[in-house]
Nanobody
Framework: VQLQASGGGLVQAGDSLRLSCVAS????????MGWFRQAPGKQREFVAV????????YYADSVKGRFTISRDDAKNTVYLQMNNLKPEDTAVYSC????????????????WGRGTLVTVSS
């Protein structure tokens, strides 16, 4: 599976962005899909995950109530709607597939895509 994230950019605090992650090579409809981010000088951290068939979603406490994850299996795509962005949301955002569960740990994920940079100015 190849994953490509897009939609990042430079925005001001309080603005919104929607990230997309398109999968190719095979269908990802059977897998949970997650978003992670890595800020400069920090470790990659979990942001959100959505299960297959969109039954369940989980969010990091830092984004709960501001970010929404969704998926469109017909387009083999997962989205991350980010509202009320804060400077601390600045990071490279990447998507990944979890073949076996609905994980929140980096080690649970199998396929990783190239990220997209989100920069939030104050």
């Amino acid at each position: 599976v190849q994953l490509q994230a897009s939609g990042g950019g430079l925005v001001q605090a309080g603005d919104s962005l929607r990230l997309s992650c398109v999968a190719s090579g095979r269908t990802v409809s059977y897998y949970a899909m997650g978003w992670f981010r890595q800020a400069p000088g920090k470790q990659r951290e979990f942001v959100a995950v959505i299960s297959a068939s969109s039954r369940s979603t989980y969010y990091a406490d830092s984004v709960k109530g501001r970010f929404t994850i969704s998926r469109d299996d017909a387009k083999n795509t997962v989205y991350l709607q980010m509202n009320n962005l804060k400077p601390e949301d600045t990071a490279v955002y990447s998507c990944a597939t979890d073949h076996d569960g609905v994980g929140t740990r980096v080690g649970s994920y199998d396929d990783w895509g190239r990220g997209t940079l989100v920069t939030v100015s104050s």
